[in-house]
T-cell receptor, first 116, second 113 residues
């Protein structure tokens, strides 16, 4: 069982909806991540938080808005998404702050998002 | 050149076979290397970190070649349950010196009875 918990597991939303993805870890990890994964492709980095501060934004469109309320929680707020945003959204955490060296990522089960 | 490159395969091997995957990376400053395994419609799971001296975990052996900038994964005595996609992960530091972990496209392994 994963120690990074993501909710919901599945989400269907319209292009005008606002929704949020949630991620929680209680391993005391200091870095948290959002990745996006399309079918048959590797995960693509979206955002990195290190010590609750945004350290990396991979030029993600503003319709995706991350939030890190505290060291255990990470949210991804979604608004006005497009059908091509449909994907598996993976949250991950790692023990250290962003490196070097980097510590391994621990992934949640992911949220499978469908935008209609 | 892609930051992290893998042969996507698929590698189709019989049970009991030995199979090896390579992964090349472009940034000579990279310091952290990992192999992950991903089953269909599941999240990636850490298989092993890769250390400079090479390391082994049961049937799995990982090697790092800094001079040629590649890492490898060797699986001995393949099991049906080894069938999955194997993802190479490498750290990458851009001009801002802010690190990030980059995934290769993955190598698919299918072990057949």
């Amino acid at each position: 069982d994963t120690e990074v918990t993501q909710t919901p597991k599945h989400l269907v939303m319209g292009m005008t909806n606002k929704k949020s993805l949630k991620c929680e870890q209680h391993m005391g990890h200091r870095a948290m991540y959002w990745y996006k994964q399309k079918a048959k492709k590797p995960p693509e980095l979206m955002f990195v938080y290190s010590y609750e501060k945004l350290s990396i934004n991979e030029s993600v469109p503003s319709r995706f808005s991350p939030e890190c309320p505290n060291s255990s929680l990470l949210n991804l707020h979604l608004h006005a998404l497009q059908p091509e945003d449909s994907a598996l959204y993976l949250c991950a955490s790692s023990q250290g702050a962003v490196g070097p060296p980097e510590t391994p990522l621990h992934f949640g089960n992911g949220t499978r998002l469908t935008v209609t | 050149r892609k930051e992290v490159e893998q042969d996507p395969g698929p590698f189709n091997v019989p049970e009991g076979a030995t199979v090896a995957f390579n992964c090349t990376y472009s940034n000579s400053a990279s310091q952290s290397f990992f192999w992950y395994r991903q089953d269909c419609r599941k999240e990636p799971k850490l298989l092993m970190s890769v250390y400079s001296s090479g390391n082994e975990d049961g049937r799995f052996t990982a090697q790092l070649n800094r001079a040629s900038q590649y890492i490898s994964l060797l699986i001995r005595d393949s099991k049906l349950s080894d069938s999955a996609t194997y993802l190479c992960v490498v750290d990458f530091y851009g001009s801002s010196n802010t690190g990030k972990l980059i995934f290769g496209q993955g190598t698919t392994l299918q072990v057949k009875p």
